[in-house]
């Protein structure tokens, strides 16, 4: 009886355990589209409408920029869900120092991400109204790239 106790209690600790679950991904990891780029209201030239965008679980903003020469690699970016507004800091990457870091806020909505940086400023934007006002704030709106069945 003492051997079949023991080998029960080896099978029993050998046995693989359950995985945990895998944590929600936030809503804005994906693919997206650049929808439209405005700054103080007007058409902004900044980036590229149409261009593709993949927001990584792990970090990684990767523009369609990024993929002709991937030695220089993506941009990395970090949330704050908890924030309200939800925030994103999106870091500097291929020399472009004058602009980053890119303070900003988030909202996603269905298949729509809205993003609001501060160009040139430390400041995050307080809010997605007046946009439109003297404050240099680059406003992104991103439709999500379906998945094709």
Not at 59 to 75: Q, V
Request: charged share 25%.
């Amino acid at each position: 009886m003492n051997l079949v106790l023991i080998l029960g209690v080896a099978v029993g600790v050998s046995a693989p355990t359950l995985k945990d679950p895998p944590k929600d991904l936030p809503a804005i990891v994906g693919a997206w589209v650049l929808e439209s780029v405005t700054m103080q209201g007007k058409d902004s030239a900044l980036m590229t409408k149409g261009a593709r965008i993949d927001i990584t679980a792990d970090g990684r903003w990767i523009n369609d920029s990024d993929r002709p020469d991937p030695k220089d690699g993506p941009t990395a970016y970090v949330l704050d869900p908890k924030a309200d507004p939800q925030a994103i800091d999106v870091g500097a990457s291929r020399g472009i120092s004058s602009l980053f870091p890119l303070r900003g806020i988030y909202k996603c909505k269905g298949d729509t991400l809205t993003i609001c940086f501060s160009v040139l400023s430390n400041e995050r934007p307080k809010s997605f109204d007046s946009l439109d006002d003297n404050s240099l704030v680059l406003h992104l709106v991103l439709k999500r790239v379906s998945k094709k069945k």
